[in-house]
């Protein structure tokens, strides 16, 4: 017999920390289902064993906020069932099918909060898949859950609030930050002095990074386009062109990426509507202010329903419990849906205000040479993708794959995805709505050949 | 704005069978359009798991499927790209003694056809094919039997017709089709009117809704194949594989990846879209992991599932209308069309141009099923072998 949970929340970011918070509160007791060994999700992610560095260090301003999710998440555990290191690669039928340790399981569920986060956004140039090059992320991820960099001398490179974040994290964990690229021109970050009136302390704070790190002597750059990485089986260099100027800088690490994309995979696989989202430039589950899907019983919250950062996902993951309680027939308190409606509101007009300060680089493939891989895991360039285009006078992603084989290997798509449609927008001359969307297909991360059912 | 069409032949459904029937009445010289609802080779000729096979089909088939095997090596010809269309043979498992004998049986009875069926004892299987292994009580080998990529040959076909002169036309669904003095009058798309002399229905699950409005409709059914892929690995398996009984099949493609399908998806609300179902993934994933030891520690990375048109008696319909001059049918391939679909096309050639062909097709009429009751068409295919 599958276990059938009243509610499931899948994530333990500070979405589903607080989500689950709300539940509990309410007298439930969610399922929590993360991919993570520890709760916390990207932005608060704990090293997987203490390694005696304090908040501080691995959280800089943010520190206190960890500290208290961390602390109300611990203090949830024995009112949850929690389910650490295990994924959810596929829903069907008010199920999902689960694996840790190379075991499947099912679990039934009524009601569903999704907060599966988001990945780094990437775009591909040349030399991008060399050994050394690494999403912000990652290098993020490297530097809090390990404690190591991922090189000597490292190069960050892209557009978005962690580009700067991350140089500073590095600066100050010891590392030797060589050079900060903004693929955006400097004007572009004026229009945060307009983002000061929703949130002054995460514009002054994130402005401070920037101001940080020329004290420490490191360089920024604006305007940048990468032309090639140097090394033949590790990055050894970097060269861009800032404006008119080319320059190169010696770094045995990149660290790269455009803001995020949200994962939005399971919601698809449920049945949820996508509705095209113009700031961040791709198809996201459409809900309503309090993050109720069209599907019965399917709540999302967090950056895996548009990106909006890790406060906004606090509110958000509250408002979706909230909301499974009303619909449940249960109390819930009205005043605080309101306000926290209305604060996530503001969080978006911030957001708004930030993708403005941290652009997508337009016309990036003007200067992609044709040679570049566009998708690493099938080793399908750019002019393959462009030929297949033209010869075939594509206008759909799917399509697309399906001629192409881009976006067909380990990772379905999910890093090379954004790239395939501006690739295809541009050739085409159309709108990035027009061509569609990836549909997701279980498993939604590859699976072991070996998984076997719980026991069998 | 009407957009008026007028051509020789009209195509409902762009698969491989109308595709390749649009290609050969090109060559042949006739005008042609072919419609589809979505994109040419995006159901089941394009989904499919992409086996060349003749080993396993029943004697009335044979005919039509050796026509086929004369044509699957002209690909580059035909159409511009080999499809990875390669004679790697065709290798059926047998796990128990009686499913062997049953292979030797089929052997017995199709020798006439030229398939060359080599029979192999469990212990001479897994001397021959050393990456085996499992409860095998034995094997049949066809070894100019194969496997191409379906994604690629299906869409291919469409693009050469379209290069030899046809019109194609794409997201355009059919939506009435009338007999008139001189041929057929249809509405098409938002704004399409067609007339033309000569009628094709190759719209695969959907085609019955086409027969029945020319009064003879089919005992159609829909089945969902369930679809593995794993990661691409080092070359190891040369044969696609099957298994006598159906539940397993599996080919490994150029790029590494290993192709295994077994069991069924099903339909999703919206009934043209379909998935694969988990419970047959993972007895699929069970299956290859006993198969193939060497297969330990891969990673599948993507299941997925197609909608495929099934008759009650495992066979196709082929051939003219019963009701109307000028009409045509192909449908109904039951999970086995990729490798016949070629010479469907051609057989359609044939039909329209000089209204007969060489080919025997007579075991495919539409006619026999004149006398079923309607009751027929919700029965569900049960025949798994077909599938591969």
Same mark, same amino acid.
């Given at each position: 017999?599958?276990?059938?949970?009243?509610?499931?929340?899948?994530?333990?970011?500070?979405?589903?920390?607080?989500?689950?918070?709300?539940?509990?509160?309410?007298?439930?007791?969610?399922?929590?289902?993360? #991919?993570?060994?520890?709760?916390?999700?990207?932005?608060?992610?704990?090293?997987?064993?203490?390694?005696?560095?304090?908040?501080?260090?691995?959280?800089?301003?943010?520190?206190?906020?960890?500290?208290?999710?961390?602390? =109300?998440?611990?203090?949830?555990?024995?009112?949850?069932?929690?389910?650490?290191?295990?994924?959810?690669?596929?829903?069907?039928?008010?199920?999902?099918?689960?694996?840790?340790?190379?075991?499947?399981?099912?679990?039934?569920?009524?009601?569903?909060?999704?907060?599966?986060?988001?990945?780094?956004?990437?775009?591909?140039?040349?030399?991008?898949?060399?050994? %050394?090059?690494? !999403?912000?992320?990652?290098?993020?991820?490297?530097?809090?859950?390990?404690?190591? !960099?991922?090189?000597?001398?490292?190069?960050?490179?892209?557009?978005?609030?962690?580009?700067?974040?991350?140089?500073?994290?590095?600066?100050?964990?010891?590392?030797?930050?060589?050079?900060?690229?903004? !693929?955006?021109?400097?004007?572009?970050?004026?229009?945060?002095?307009?983002?000061?009136?929703?949130?002054?302390?995460?514009?002054?704070?994130?402005?401070?990074?920037?101001?940080?790190?020329?004290?420490?002597?490191?360089?920024?750059?604006?305007?940048?386009?990468?032309?090639?990485?140097? %090394?033949?089986?590790?990055? #050894?260099?970097?060269?861009?062109?800032?404006?008119?100027?080319?320059?190169?800088?010696?770094?045995?690490?990149?660290?790269?990426?455009?803001?995020?994309?949200? =994962?939005?995979?399971?919601?698809?696989?449920?049945?949820?509507?996508?509705?095209?989202?113009?700031?961040?430039?791709?198809?996201?589950?459409?809900?309503?202010?309090?993050?109720?899907?069209?599907?019965?019983?399917?709540?999302?919250?967090?950056?895996?329903?548009?990106?909006?950062?890790?406060?906004?996902?606090?509110?958000? %993951?509250?408002?979706?419990?909230?909301?499974?309680?009303?619909?449940?027939?249960?109390?819930?308190?009205?005043?605080?849906?309101?306000?926290?409606? %209305?604060?996530?509101?503001?969080?978006?007009? *911030?957001?708004?205000?930030?993708?403005?300060?941290?652009?997508?680089?337009?016309?990036?493939?003007?200067?992609?040479?044709?040679?570049?891989?566009?998708?690493?895991?099938?080793?399908?360039?750019?002019?393959?993708?462009?030929?297949?285009?033209?010869?075939?006078?594509?206008? =759909?992603?799917?399509?697309?794959?399906?001629?192409?084989?881009?976006?067909?290997?380990?990772?379905?798509?999910?890093?090379?995805?954004?790239?395939?449609?501006?690739?295809?927008?541009? !050739?085409?001359?159309?709108? *990035?709505? =027009?061509?569609?969307?990836?549909?997701?297909?279980?498993?939604?991360?590859?699976?072991?050949?070996?998984?076997?059912?719980?026991?069998? | 704005?009407?957009?008026?069409?007028?051509?020789?032949?009209?195509?409902?459904?762009? +698969?491989?069978?109308?595709?390749?029937?649009? &290609?050969?009445?090109?060559?042949?010289?006739?005008?042609?359009?072919?419609?589809? $609802?979505?994109?040419?080779?995006?159901?089941?000729?394009?989904?499919?798991?992409?086996?060349?096979?003749?080993?396993?089909?029943?004697?009335g088939?044979?005919?039509l499927?050796?026509?086929?095997?004369?044509?699957?090596?002209?690909?580059?010809? &035909?159409?511009?790209? @080999?499809?990875?269309?390669?004679?790697?043979?065709?290798?059926?498992?047998?796990?128990?003694?009686? @499913?062997?004998? $049953? &292979?030797?049986?089929?052997?017995?009875?199709?020798?006439?056809?030229?398939?060359?069926?080599?029979?192999?004892?469990?212990?001479?299987?897994?001397?021959?094919?050393?990456?085996?292994?499992?409860?095998?009580?034995?094997?049949?080998?066809?070894? @100019?039997?194969?496997?191409?990529?379906?994604?690629?040959?299906?869409?291919?076909?469409?693009?050469?017709?379209?290069?030899?002169?046809?019109?194609?036309?794409?997201?355009?669904?059919?939506?009435?089709?009338?007999?008139?003095?001189?041929?057929?009058?249809?509405?098409?798309?938002?704004?399409?009117?067609?007339?033309?002399?000569?009628?094709?229905?190759?719209?695969?699950?959907?085609?019955?809704?086409?027969a029945?409005?020319?009064?003879e /409709?089919a005992?159609?059914?829909?089945?969902?194949?369930?679809?593995?892929?794993?990661?691409?690995?080092?070359?190891?398996? /040369?044969?696609?594989?099957?298994?006598?009984?159906?539940?397993?099949?599996?080919?490994?493609?150029?790029?590494?990846?290993?192709?295994?399908?077994?069991?069924?998806?099903?339909?999703?609300?919206?009934? @043209?879209?379909?998935?694969?179902?988990?419970?047959?993934?993972?007895?699929?994933? $069970?299956?290859?992991?006993?198969?193939?030891?060497?297969?330990?520690?891969?990673?599948?990375?993507?299941?997925?599932?197609?909608?495929? +048109?099934?008759l009650?008696d495992?066979n196709p319909v082929i051939g003219p209308s019963g009701t109307?001059?000028?009409l045509f049918h192909a449908f109904g391939?039951?999970?086995?069309?990729?490798?016949?679909?070629?010479?469907?096309?051609?057989i &359609?050639?044939?039909l329209?141009?000089?209204?007969?062909t060489?080919t025997p097709i007579d075991a495919f009429s539409i006619e026999r099923f004149r006398n079923m009751?309607?009751?027929?068409?919700? $029965?569900?295919?049960?025949?798994?072998?077909?599938?591969?």
């Amino acid at each position: 017999m599958n276990e059938t949970a009243s509610v499931v929340v899948v994530g333990a970011g500070p979405a589903g920390i607080c989500a689950a918070k709300a539940l509990v509160a309410a007298g439930l007791r969610p399922v929590v289902i993360d #991919e993570g060994l520890r709760a916390g999700g990207q932005i608060y992610r704990r090293p997987l064993v203490d390694d005696g560095r304090s908040a501080t260090d691995l959280y800089g301003s943010e520190a206190a906020k960890a500290t208290r999710l961390h602390r =109300e998440f611990d203090a949830l555990l024995p009112s949850i069932d929690y389910r650490p290191q295990t994924l959810v690669w596929n829903i069907a039928d008010n199920q999902l099918h689960l694996t840790a340790n190379g075991v499947h399981q099912r679990i039934g569920f009524q009601n569903l909060i999704l907060t599966t986060g988001a990945t780094d956004r990437v775009l591909p140039f040349p030399g991008w898949t060399l050994p %050394g090059v690494y !999403t912000l992320g990652a290098a993020q991820t490297a530097l809090k859950a390990q404690g190591c !960099t991922i090189g000597k001398r490292v190069v960050f490179l892209g557009s978005g609030p962690l580009l700067y974040l991350v140089a500073w994290q590095y600066v100050k964990a010891g590392g030797d930050v060589a050079a900060v690229l903004d !693929t955006a021109p400097f004007a572009a970050k004026l229009n945060l002095l307009s983002a000061i009136r929703f949130d002054p302390r995460l514009v002054l704070t994130g402005m401070s990074y920037a101001a940080r790190l020329v004290r420490r002597g490191v360089k920024l750059h604006y305007n940048v386009r990468p032309t090639g990485v140097d %090394g033949s089986q590790h990055v #050894e260099g970097l060269n861009f062109k800032s404006g008119a100027k080319t320059h190169s800088i010696a770094c045995d690490a990149v660290a790269y990426g455009f803001a995020l994309r949200a =994962e939005t995979q399971l919601a698809d696989l449920a049945g949820c509507p996508f509705r095209f989202d113009d700031r961040d430039r791709t198809w996201l589950p459409a809900t309503d202010d309090a993050g109720r899907t069209s599907c019965k019983g399917i709540y999302l919250a967090g950056d895996g329903s548009g990106i909006a950062g890790a406060d906004a996902a606090e509110i958000s %993951g509250e408002l979706a419990a909230l909301a499974v309680i009303q619909d449940s027939g249960m109390a819930a308190d009205p005043r605080r849906m309101s306000v926290l409606a %209305g604060a996530r509101r503001r969080k978006a007009k *911030l957001r708004d205000i930030l993708e403005k300060a941290f652009p997508f680089p337009q016309n990036w493939f003007d200067q992609i040479p044709g040679a570049t891989t566009l998708c690493r895991c099938e080793e399908i360039t750019v002019s393959s993708v462009i030929d297949t285009v033209h010869g075939n006078d594509l206008r =759909e992603l799917n399509r697309l794959k399906a001629l192409s084989r881009a976006g067909m290997g380990r990772c379905q798509g999910r890093m090379c995805s954004a790239a395939m449609a501006e690739i295809l927008a541009s !050739t085409q001359k159309l709108k *990035l709505p =027009e061509i569609g969307r990836l549909r997701a297909q279980a498993p939604i991360k590859p699976l072991p050949l070996s998984l076997h059912e719980a026991g069998s | 704005m009407t957009r008026r069409f007028s051509a020789d032949v009209a195509i409902i459904g762009g +698969g491989l069978v109308g595709s390749s029937a649009a &290609l050969a009445l090109r060559l042949a010289g006739l005008s042609v359009i072919l419609m589809d $609802k979505g994109f040419c080779g995006a159901q089941a000729s394009g989904v499919n798991y992409g086996g060349v096979r003749r080993q396993g089909r029943p004697m009335g088939q044979l005919p039509l499927s050796q026509r086929a095997h004369q044509i699957w090596p002209q690909l580059n010809a &035909l159409i511009g790209i @080999d499809g990875e269309y390669q004679r790697s043979g065709h290798l059926k498992l047998a796990r128990t003694p009686e @499913d062997f004998a $049953k &292979l030797e049986h089929y052997a017995e009875t199709v020798k006439s056809f030229g398939l060359d069926l080599e029979l192999y004892t469990g212990a001479m299987a897994k001397a021959r094919f050393p990456w085996l292994s499992g409860n095998i009580a034995g094997a049949s080998l066809c070894p @100019d039997d194969g496997q191409a990529n379906p994604r690629l040959v299906s869409p291919a076909f469409a693009k050469a017709a379209r290069d030899a002169g046809a019109i194609v036309l794409e997201h355009t669904a059919v939506h009435a089709a009338v007999h008139t003095n001189d041929g057929f009058a249809l509405q098409a798309g938002a704004d399409c009117e067609i007339t033309c002399r000569f009628l094709i229905n190759s719209a695969g699950a959907w085609a019955n809704k086409i027969a029945a409005g020319f009064d003879e /409709p089919a005992p159609l059914s829909r089945i969902y194949p369930s679809m593995v892929v794993t990661e691409p690995l080092a070359p190891r398996l /040369p044969v696609s594989l099957g298994e006598e009984g159906g539940g397993f099949y599996c080919r490994q493609v150029t790029r590494g990846n290993y192709i295994m399908g077994g069991g069924r998806g099903y339909a999703l609300a919206d009934p @043209d879209f379909s998935r694969p179902s988990t419970t047959a993934a993972l007895s699929v994933m $069970k299956r290859a992991t006993t198969l193939f030891p060497h297969l330990a520690g891969a990673h599948v990375i993507r299941f997925w599932s197609g909608t495929e +048109g099934q008759l009650p008696d495992n066979n196709p319909v082929i051939g003219p209308s019963g009701t109307t001059p000028g009409l045509f049918h192909a449908f109904g391939f039951c999970g086995a069309g990729f490798q016949v679909a070629p010479a469907v096309g051609a057989i &359609l050639c044939d039909l329209v141009t000089s209204g007969e062909t060489a080919t025997p097709i007579d075991a495919f009429s539409i006619e026999r099923f004149r006398n079923m009751s309607s009751q027929h068409n919700e $029965k569900k295919g049960t025949h798994n072998e077909m599938v591969e």
